[in-house]
Structure formats: structure tokens, C-alpha cells
């Protein structure tokens, strides 16, 4: 079955730009029945919605983000990316992929995680 | 945006307690909500998809009910390994959102 891992710097300078990479096993985002979710949860916070990417191109962010993130994938269809530009210590979180379904939107498949700090 | 608001925000219980966990949205989202459970550690689990269908894998002593805006998550047989912190999610529009959480603890 799909697996999603998600990779990056766990160290991020304020001002500058978040990188994350999801990479899929087992399958690819090719196939036009899901959404390719990121979400974060800051610490001692809720989870929180970035946005998604689904495989025609289309994408939604979360408009809480002002503008700052973007999502895209590689050739190959097997890795997602987010960049955060512009971070402060407010983007400081762990950074979740998740596969959801059209029609329900239900997170089924999550990768396990990565914590970003954005300090100096 | 629709906002989700969870009620409580923390509940301690005993092993084998009904416990429920609340959900409102700030408009009627119809039955577009999931919810979840979260550990520490470990991504959030889908426990109930559209309001009321339980996931495949999940034990049946969780259910879920509700419609427009008001939502219940319901653990009829509280068990140990039922801690952590559960969140309600609506998808009836964008942004999507999750409410703030209620994390459940064993007395």
C-alpha cells in the first residue's frame, strides 16, 4: 500500500524559505481519485490545514499563509514538495503529508512527520 | 472560514466510561466531517468519515453522529489504549480546518 515520508532540514533561519520533500512509496500521485495534503501542527497547537495539490496541477493553500507557500511535484510523480517562504518562529511545527479521497476528504495516509524549528 | 470548535478541551475518564466528545462549525457544513485521533509521535488516525461511517480497522465502540453543525464523537466503552487528543475536520469547503482538539486522559 502507499506509504508517504517526509524529509527536510529540521533547522530553518527566520526569513528564509521551508523545504520539504514528501516521497511516495508504493504508488505515485498520478492517479486522479486523491489529494495530496500538507498540514502542520506547531507545538502544544492543533493541526492546521496548509493546502493541497492534486494531479491535473491544481492547487489550494490555506489562505492563512498570505501567499507564502507553494506545492508542486517532481517528473516522476512520486515525491510532493512544499516551500514556506518567509518563515518566522510561528512556522516552527511538525510538517505532515497525507493522501485524502476526493469525495470525502478524509486523511487515510499520513507520513510520519518532521519537525521544523525556525530559529537563528 | 469555517470554524470548528471542540468541546471539552480535555476530559479524563475511567476505563469502561461513555465518553463524547463535542463538534460545532460556525455554518452548516452538512455531514462533510472526520475525525481523528492523535498520539504523541505518531501522524493523527481516521476513526469516522462523514460524519457517522466508522473506518475500516477502527474498533465499533467508536461512533459518530451529527449533521449541519453540530457533531458528537462517542467511545461507549472507554479503554486504556484510548488516550490522546481527537479532532473533528470539516472538508465542506476551503480552507479546510480541524477543531482546536480534546485530549483524553485516563483517571
Known amino acids: 500500500q502507499v506509504q508517504l515520508q517526509e524529509s527536510g532540514p529540521g533547522l530553518v533561519k527566520p526569513s528564509q524559505t521551508l523545504s520539504l520533500t514528501c516521497t511516495v512509496s508504493g504508488g505515485s500521485i498520478r492517479g486522479n481519485a486523491y489529494y495530496w495534503t500538507w498540514i502542520r501542527q506547531p507545538a502544544g497547537k492543533g493541526l492546521e490545514w496548509i493546502g493541497h495539490?492534486?494531479?491535473?496541477?491544481?492547487?489550494s493553500y490555506n489562505p492563512s499563509l498570505k501567499n507564502r507557500v507553494t506545492m508542486s511535484v517532481d517528473t516522476s510523480k512520486t515525491q510532493l514538495f512544499l516551500r514556506l517562504m518567509s518563515v518566522t518562529a510561528a512556522d516552527t511545527a511538525i510538517y505532515y503529508c497525507?493522501?485524502?479521497?476526493?469525495?470525502?476528504?478524509?486523511?487515510?495516509?499520513w507520513g510520519p512527520g518532521t519537525m521544523v524549528t525556525v530559529s537563528s | 472560514d469555517i470554524q470548528m470548535t471542540q468541546s471539552p478541551s480535555s476530559l479524563s475518564a475511567s476505563v469502561g466510561d461513555r465518553v463524547t466528545i463535542a463538534c460545532q462549525a460556525s455554518?452548516?457544513?452538512?455531514?462533510?466531517l472526520n475525525w481523528y485521533q492523535h498520539k504523541p509521535g505518531k501522524p493523527p488516525k481516521l476513526l469516522i468519515y462523514?460524519?457517522?461511517n466508522l473506518e475500516t480497522g477502527v474498533p465499533s465502540r467508536f461512533s459518530g453522529s451529527g449533521s449541519e453543525t453540530d457533531f458528537t464523537l462517542t467511545i461507549t466503552s472507554l479503554q486504556p489504549e484510548d488516550i490522546g487528543t481527537y479532532y473533528c475536520q470539516h472538508y465542506d469547503s476551503l480552507p479546510y480546518s480541524f477543531g482546536q482538539g480534546t485530549k483524553l486522559e485516563i483517571k
Open positions: 455554518q452548516d457544513i452538512h455531514y462533510y
Open positions: 495539490f492534486y494531479v491535473s496541477g491544481r492547487t
Open positions: 497525507a493522501r485524502s479521497q476526493l469525495i470525502e476528504n478524509a486523511f487515510r495516509v
Open positions: 462523514d460524519a457517522a
